[in-house]
């Protein structure tokens, strides 16, 4: 009984939302191709034993933007932390499936999850620049990795591919707390890039920016998906029709029983299809703003 | 939709305004009392420490007239004749406080890291609370505690040990005793470092979770995530807590009056006995009389300078390290 979400739908509906061009080729779904930078399969997430996420399989291209959409609590997060074992940091949580990089499983057991990050970007949904200078934020990562070419090069360069060379160039020794939240999330996009990875994750990177630092951000990543393959979450479904050439649908299951919930991948593929002809009911309501 | 609308058309047809009224009564009052009392203890503070310091200056004005600069640059400490050099007290009191920093400072911030960035959750809470336990025993039970156990099982050995092995540095230059700056330096370590570690580790535990992914997700290990983002972020903290440290070190009394081994001169090695300015105000007001007092009276009034020294010299470096 809540008279305004009709009428929101009718706006969404009125404004016609998805201004994406239609697919050129149809899509192949589910095919392991040599190419893809990720191979998802059977992936599942249990945190203290309760699955938060549930047989997701999925392909990753390279030099093409993902973005992953879903209501709040479905499970987004919880995914794309699998892709650089970030969620071995949380206690209790444990991965099953695989999740193959360039078809090198990053959950085989020999495999040192801390060379996995080094290989896989991400940036979260809110800045987090170190306490530190400008240039100890970008060189942090090189320094870690044991760079050891022209640090102050790397630097320049890698503010430069995060648009953000010319804002900062006289105050590298400044401390990144001084910027401005759009200026620091483009520092972590830049300290991210400084590692030299070909992906980079991003988690609902632009959610703490006003509309213009978000604009920035989006423009960024058109740039960027030039060399890397980018993943987005995104609860903003005009964001991911904007930025992105193709997009995973996840959603909330529940079990009538036990009531317990769990993320499913209800379908993916080019956005503009996902957004103009879904095939599923689920993500026709959800890209509609049917529900949440 | 109905309800909505209602209010919306008594604003626009132009309801009678209300005016805005001061707000009378209890509430007030207690806001412009609570102002009147907070401003009262404030200042009452600030004249209590006033008091305390004009009025004790006042006490050793004498000897400060008679012994002038040489009061602190002397190390002649002989009250029969009338010779009150303190020199050899500051610098007891600054060597034990350091040795005491030198051990403390990296075992207190490794149980800090440890408790809160490595230790499973079920040890944390045990040894916590131990730690805060630590940090509530009277300094006279670490004294005693020092003389009765730990001079015999470790100071004496250790003190030997070092001479033996380290004694052609003449810091550590024998004949070696455990009664000594080295001693007193280990016992004020155990005191203080509960303090170092409870407030590290608060501090440490107040470093957002983003900034720990941040490090993880460029590929850091735990240690590299520690030294990289941790540590940075809590910095001017753990200073502070060190500063912390370091007072209580500066003005130890009882402890450091036992083990310190009551020497009034000045010896370069830490394994030889000495003496500090809290220690020897505590061993000698008693039997003094006259001037002898108003100088133990002069030390008291030092050893607040350099205190407060510390405290604005700490100060500053945590301002400093905040921007
Ligand atoms: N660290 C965690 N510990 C336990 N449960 C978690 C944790 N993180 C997420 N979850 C649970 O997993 C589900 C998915 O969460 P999340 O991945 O954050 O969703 P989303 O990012 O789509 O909002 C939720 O039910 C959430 O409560
Ligand atoms: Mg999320």
């Excluded at chain 1, 029709?241 to 009531?259: G, I, M, Q």
């Excluded at chain 2, 939709?1 to 009678?16: E, V």
């Excluded at chain 2, 300015?277 to 007001?285: G, H, K």
Aim: proline letters at 6%; charged letters at 20%; glycine letters at 8%.
């Amino acid at each position: 009984m809540n008279p305004s979400s009709t009428s929101s739908t009718r706006e969404r509906e009125e404004t016609g939302l998805p201004m994406v061009p239609e697919a050129a080729e149809p899509v192949e779904e589910h095919k392991t191709s040599t190419s893809a930078v990720f191979t998802i399969r059977d992936l599942s997430v249990y945190y203290g034993g309760n699955i938060a996420l549930k047989d997701v399989s999925l392909d990753i291209r390279p030099r093409e933007i993902t973005a992953i959409i879903g209501p709040s609590g479905c499970g987004k997060s919880t995914f794309i932390r699998c892709l650089n074992r970030m969620n071995d940091l949380i206690p209790g949580a444990t991965v099953t499936g695989e999740v193959l990089y360039h078809g090198q499983n990053i959950y085989a057991p020999d495999v040192d999850p801390v060379a996995v990050r080094r290989r896989i970007g991400m940036v979260f949904q809110r800045p987090n620049p170190f306490p530190k200078s400008v240039y100890d934020n970008i060189a942090f990562g090189p320094r870690i990795n044991g760079f050891k070419g022209n640090l102050d090069e790397l630097v320049e360069n890698s503010l430069r591919a995060a648009a953000l060379w010319e804002e900062v160039k006289d105050k590298l020794k400044k401390s990144a707390l001084n910027l401005s939240g759009g200026q620091q999330q483009r520092l972590c996009i830049a300290r991210a890039i400084a590692v030299e990875p070909d992906v980079i994750l991003m988690d609902e990177p632009a959610s703490a920016l006003d509309p213009i630092a978000t604009v920035r951000i989006e423009d960024l990543m058109q740039e960027l998906k030039k060399q890397y393959a980018i993943i987005i979450v995104t609860h903003n479904m005009q964001q991911a029709a904007r930025v992105s050439e193709r997009t995973a649908f996840l959603y909330t299951e529940v079990d009538e029983e036990t009531s317990n919930r769990w993320g499913i991948l209800v379908e993916h593929g080019e956005t503009g299809l996902i957004f103009t002809r879904p095939k599923d009911k689920r993500t026709e309501d959800y890209v509609s703003g049917r529900f949440g | 939709m109905q309800s909505q609308a209602k209010p919306l058309g008594d604003i626009a047809g132009g309801i009678a305004p209300v005016p805005i009224e001061n707000r009378k009564g209890v509430g007030r009052r207690a806001d412009s009392l609570f102002s009147v009392v907070a401003a009262l203890s404030g200042s009452l503070v600030l004249l209590i420490l006033a008091f305390m310091v004009l009025s004790t200056t006042n006490t050793a004005l004498p000897i400060f007239r008679a012994e002038g600069i040489s009061f602190v640059t002397s190390s002649d400490w002989h009250p029969a004749n009338g010779d009150y050099g303190i020199l050899a007290f500051i610098y007891g009191t600054l060597v034990t406080s350091a040795i005491a920093l030198v051990i403390a400072v990296p075992i207190s911030l490794g149980i800090a890291i440890y408790l809160v960035e490595v230790a499973p959750r079920w040890i944390k809470g045990p040894i916590t609370y131990l730690v805060d336990l630590l940090a509530a025993v009277p300094s006279v039970v670490y004294g005693l505690w020092g003389v009765f156990v730990l001079l015999p099982l470790f100071l004496q050995p250790a003190a030997e040990l070092l001479s033996s092995v380290l004694g052609f540095i003449p810091i550590f230059a024998g004949p070696p005793s455990g009664l000594s700056y080295f001693g007193a330096g280990v016992v004020l370590a155990v005191m203080i470092v509960p303090i170092i570690s409870a407030l590290s580790r608060e501090i440490i535990q107040t470093v957002p979770d983003d900034d720990r992914y941040a490090a993880y997700a460029l590929g850091a290990t735990r240690w590299e995530m520690i030294r990289g983002a941790v540590l940075p972020r809590g910095r001017a903290g753990i200073v502070g807590a060190v500063m912390l440290g370091l007072g209580r070190a500066l003005g130890e009394t009882i402890a450091v009056a036992l083990l310190v081994g009551s020497a009034t001169t000045i010896n370069t090695s830490v394994v030889r006995p000495g003496y500090s300015m809290a220690a020897v105000i505590a061993n000698q007001f008693q039997e003094a009389s006259g001037d002898h007092i108003k100088a133990l009276v002069a030390v008291g009034v030092v050893l607040f300078a350099i205190t407060i020294i510390v405290n604005i010299g700490a100060r500053l470096i945590v301002w400093r390290m905040a921007d």
